[in-house]
C-alpha cells in the first residue's frame, strides 16, 4: 500500500485534514450504505453491526491515502480481493459501492482535486474488486 501524494506533494491523508476526515468519510460512507435503496444489495452482504467493518476501513483508508500504517500493522497486506472473493461482487454491487462513496467523498472532501483524485483511484480499485463475470482483470477466465 503506497502513500498517495497530493499536488503539493504532502499525502491526500494529510492534505484533506487527516484522521478527522477519514472517520467522518467513513460514517459518511455507511451511513448512505443504510439509507440508499440503490445500497441495499451491497448493505445486506454487511453485518448488522458496522462499527467493527468501520474500524477497518477507518484504519486502510488512512493508511491507503499516506496516513499512519495501522491497517498493515493490524492486519498484515490488505489482499483486498481476497479477503472479499466470499462476497458476490459484480458491476452493479461495484456502482452501489461508489454510488456511496461518491456522495460521502462530496459531503466530507473540501478540495474538488484531492477529492477527485481520491475518487478516481477508487473507481479503478472498486472495478479491480468484480470477483463475479466479466471483469476484464481476471486472465484466468470466468468466475462462478
Not at 477519514?22 to 450504505?33: H, K, S
Not at 492486519?75 to 480481493?81: S, T
Not at 477529492?115 to 484466468?140: C, K, Q, S, V
Request: aromatic fraction near 6%.
Amino acid at each position: 500500500m503506497s502513500a498517495q501524494p497530493a499536488a503539493d506533494g504532502i499525502a491526500l491523508f494529510a492534505h484533506i485534514g487527516g484522521a478527522a476526515t477519514i472517520d467522518r468519510l467513513v460514517e459518511v460512507f455507511y451511513a448512505r450504505m443504510d439509507s440508499l435503496p440503490e445500497a441495499a444489495t451491497i448493505r445486506a452482504l454487511h453485518p448488522a453491526d458496522l462499527g467493527p467493518v468501520k474500524e477497518v476501513l477507518k484504519r486502510y483508508l488512512g493508511e491507503w491515502l499516506g496516513g499512519p500504517p495501522l491497517y498493515s500493522a493490524e492486519r498484515g497486506h490488505p489482499r483486498l480481493r481476497q479477503r472479499h472473493l466470499g462476497f458476490p461482487i459484480g458491476a452493479a454491487e461495484r456502482d452501489a459501492w461508489l454510488l456511496c462513496m461518491r456522495g460521502a467523498l462530496d459531503e466530507t472532501v473540501a478540495d474538488t482535486a484531492a477529492r477527485e483524485a481520491i475518487y478516481e483511484r477508487m473507481a479503478g480499485l472498486a472495478d479491480w474488486m468484480r470477483n463475479r463475470d466479466g471483469n476484464p482483470h481476471d486472465t484466468g477466465g470466468a468466475r462462478p
